[in-house]
């Protein structure tokens, strides 16, 4: 099982990484085109940012939970998967969908803010994880 945790962390900062170098070089050039706006580039750019922030922290779980495997933990690396999904996922289509001549990506936008809130509730069980140490 923390093999499979190893690579979905792999993968997912594998894609952000990629993911980046595509707003940084070929979506920037579309902006004269006007298929995409600066406003939109920077959303892209957030929800990479947000993706890689969380990958790292999927990261410090992954090792962290070698000495402390407590639910909590598991419940913050869940979250967070959810909320790059939910969160990054959404902001990369919402972004390029003037690009991607799909404006119906529009209706993604209610998803942005659930993502958001899963890595919010990721934060809080890390929290919760030093309480319930505390107490034991």
């Known amino acids: 099982m923390k093999d499979k945790k190893l690579m979905v962390i792999g993968l997912l900062g594998a894609i952000a990484v990629a993911l980046g ?9 579309k902006l ?9 580039l920077n959303g892209f750019d957030t929800a990479v940012k947000y993706q890689m922030y969380h990958v790292l922290a999927m990261l410090a779980l992954f090792l962290f939970s070698k000495y402390n495997s407590h639910k909590y933990i598991i419940w913050a690396y869940n979250s967070f998967i959810i909320g790059i999904v939910f969160f990054s996922g959404s902001l990369y289509f919402l972004c390029t969908r003037n690009l ?4 119906w990506l529009k209706a993604l936008g209610p998803i942005t803010p659930i993502g958001g809130l899963f890595f919010i509730a990721g934060w809080i069980f890390i929290a ?8 034991e």
């Open 100 to 103: 991607l001549g799909a404006e």
């Open 21 to 29: 170098a595509l707003g940084a070089h070929f979506l920037k050039g």
């Open 128 to 135: 919760l994880t030093a309480l319930k140490k505390s107490k």
């Open 32 to 40: 004269s085109t006007g298929l995409i706006t600066t406003d939109q």
